[in-house]
């Protein structure tokens, strides 16, 4: 993963780039001022699709993207407005049926993400048909973000009731003022567990590349012949940055994602931060 | 009583446990917290501050911040120096490792702000291109270690695993015999890595018609190697004490030393303690009570020479009225109260002096 840190994308797209518009969240039709899309000023073609959510599996981006088979290309995703379940499964379609010379551009809004503070929370994996719920795994290692509502958290521990909980701190120049409050919002669901201080993931999101290539590794770590036993699962939060690139390393790792259900984590009035590129080995 | 009642340590029963008597043992030293507030110090106690190197094996800081209380203050002046344990900020070494790397993913960054001439014909180009440079200009880089205590090792290790360094990238010390710089490899920037500068008065001091501390130190000895050449000081921790400081001591020592080219680029900020600050965080507040209270026993505290140079040591070194505890060490820039030991003055955090 490369990460751009600028508001506006430094180089030219070329004729064969795409702007992906997802249907509904994303469409003009909405009325909602609030739920109201305002979409990146991209020049490139503009592609609508159809979400997962209303249609099982996201047909056609192959399709899109089909005619350019030699021409390094990329599509374009911008989150706003999108469920992190949609989200999801936009990167693991684009993971498992896109050629390797197009890459994924995901516009990074500035800000923290919404998160939803109820007790809906659900076990989900990203397929390309869809997010598949339920099928919770026996044994889980549950990487948690601390900047999540407490009893929230404490409530989806219970509810996944996990081997093992490494939780995800967000670590940035602010880090000495900030990490401690992070932590003891959640001081129950720590001790509750046993968890271990050895076991705090720093996330430094000031350098997002680095955080997927380590948290990816992290993820990968698990020595498949044990996989059916211990499973990843992730409950992504904190900064926009943080939250997606968290969720693009679990989507690639193929984890488990355990999240508040309908969660519009990215609002539609937020502002560019950044642009986050995959890409598969050219 | 039966097994079930046992409360084994390291477990949720005996962190409530820990909180409740913590909450009566401060209770009986005249000092009132919540529960919110027993579980917080309880927690970081355990998470953190048990860890602090200079605690002897099996010694805790509940231990020590009981006694400290009630050793060092008189009841009615405990309440307000428990405001002081309420803003700590403990610096693990876990922390400090991260800290370390994102030291180096900053002059990573920091090249690209400079990069030019970066081909932008379409994404694959402009990535390739862009890390290609990156990864030429961070090898044309030389890190120093400004400070003993910046986990160089870890640090080395971590660069190494990203790019093809070579040994001499690296200099383990700024104060190095002349000789020995001429094996640096071709640079085109350096890194000057330190821990902490909290007052600035140790990276630059103006004293007695001259410039003292590490950054002329260091001009003086590299001089020769780094005219023109752009200059990073990169503490890990920088407070806002120090940045102050450090721009206009630094505005005019460039002045005088124009061929030298220095910039400020910290990893973390951290700015002076909420018990003693003021209104917008500029400067000490001298009428909060732990400003008094820092007034009140600074007869106790006995400034060294070292400490001298950076004025009175009232609310810390140089005046930066920190609450920051490193697990290596307490820096003397924290308020007095928390690290001293002169005069039978009982620590909370004991300090060991880098300046005997």
């Known amino acids: 993963m490369d990460y751009l840190g600028c508001s506006t994308v430094p ?26 899309y305002h979409p990146p000023k991209l020049n490139c073609q503009i592609e609508e699709i159809d979400c997962v959510c209303v249609k099982r599996g996201v047909k056609g981006l192959n399709d899109i993207v ?23 499964s936009f990167i693991i379609n684009w993971k498992k049926h896109v050629m390797p010379n197009v890459a994924l551009g995901i516009i990074v809004p500035d800000g923290c993400v919404n998160q939803k503070t109820d007790l809906t929370y659900e076990i989900w994996k990203a397929e390309d048909s869809g997010p598949i719920y339920g099928g919770s795994p026996k044994e889980s290692i549950w990487y948690p973000s601390l900047a999540r509502d407490s009893s929230s958290l404490l409530h989806a521990m219970q509810k996944l009731d996990p081997y093992d909980i490494f939780p995800l701190i967000e670590f940035s120049d602010t880090a000495i003022e900030l990490t401690d409050s992070a932590i003891i919002n959640h001081t129950l669901m ?84 950044g642009i986050m590129i995959l890409r598969k080995c050219v | 009583m039966v097994d079930t009642e046992k409360i084994i340590p390291y477990t949720v029963s005996s962190f409530k446990r820990q909180i409740k008597l913590l909450k009566e043992e401060l209770s009986d030293l005249g000092v009132k917290i919540s529960d919110d507030d027993a579980a917080r110090i309880s927690f970081l106690a355990r998470r953190k501050y048990d860890r602090y190197d200079h605690f002897f094996p099996g010694e805790t800081f509940e231990s020590r911040l009981l006694k400290w209380l009630g050793i060092n203050f ?70 120093v270690a400004f400070a003993d205590d910046i986990g160089f090792d870890f640090f080395r290790r971590y660069a190494d695993t990203h790019y093809f360094f070579e040994k001499e990238n690296f200099v383990e010390y700024y104060k190095i015999h002349k000789s020995s710089l001429d094996e640096l490899p071709k640079f085109n920037r350096i890194f000057l890595l330190d821990q902490l500068s909290a007052s600035g008065t140790t990276a630059i001091r103006y004293s007695e018609g001259k410039w003292e501390g590490k950054i002329p ?18 503490p890990y921790i920088l407070s806002s004490v120090s940045e102050k400081n450090l721009k206009a001591r630094l505005g005019q020592y460039l002045q005088e030393n124009s061929k030298m080219r220095i910039f400020i680029n910290p990893t973390c900020r951290i700015s002076i303690s909420s018990c003693v600050t003021n209104k917008d965080g500029t400067g000490i507040d001298e009428n909060k009570p732990v400003s008094r209270l820092c007034r009140k026993y600074y007869d106790r505290f006995k ?42 003055w009982y620590p909370l955090f004991p300090r060991v002096s880098h300046h005997r």
């Open chain 1, 11 to 36: 180089f030219k797209l070329t004729p064969f780039d795409k702007r992906i518009i997802i249907r509904p969240h994303q469409a003009k039709s909405i009325e909602n001022p609030d739920m109201k």
């Open chain 2, 217 to 234: 130190t260091f001009r003086e000895i590299w001089k020769d190697y780094i005219e023109g050449t752009p200059v990073y000081y990169c």
């Open chain 2, 303 to 344: 400034p060294d020479e070292h400490i001298q140079k950076g004025g009175s040591a009232c609310y810390g070194y140089g005046g930066a009225g920190l609450t920051l505890v490193l697990q290596s060490n307490c820096p003397n820039d924290s308020i007095y109260l928390l690290w001293h030991s002169f005069n039978d």
């Open chain 1, 66 to 88: 089909s005619p350019l088979k030699i021409e390094r290309t990329m599509l374009w995703l911008d989150p706003r407005l999108l469920g992190t379940e949609c989200l999801a």
């Open chain 1, 190 to 273: 720590l001790e509750e567990r046993g968890s271990r201080t050895r076991n705090f993931i720093y996330l430094d999101i000031l350098h997002p590349d680095r955080v997927f290539e380590q948290f990816y590794g992290t993820l990968s770590a698990l020595p498949r012949i044990i996989s059916h036993v211990f499973q990843t699962v992730i409950t992504p939060g904190g900064t926009a940055i943080g939250f997606l690139t968290v969720l693009a390393a679990g989507v690639l790792a193929e984890s488990y994602f355990l999240t508040p259900s309908k969660e519009i984590p990215i609002n539609s009035k937020t502002t560019n931060k």
């Open chain 2, 74 to 143: 008189e009841k009615d002046e405990r309440q307000t120096a428990f405001e002081i344990v309420q803003g700590l900020k403990f610096v693990s070494a876990y922390e400090m490792r991260e800290l370390s790397k994102m030291a180096f993913e900053k002059a990573r960054f920091g090249i690209l702000d400079v990069l030019k001439d970066v081909p932008t014909t379409d994404w694959y180009t402009y990535i390739e291109s862009r890390n290609r440079k990156i990864e030429e200009e961070i090898m044309k880089s030389v890190f």
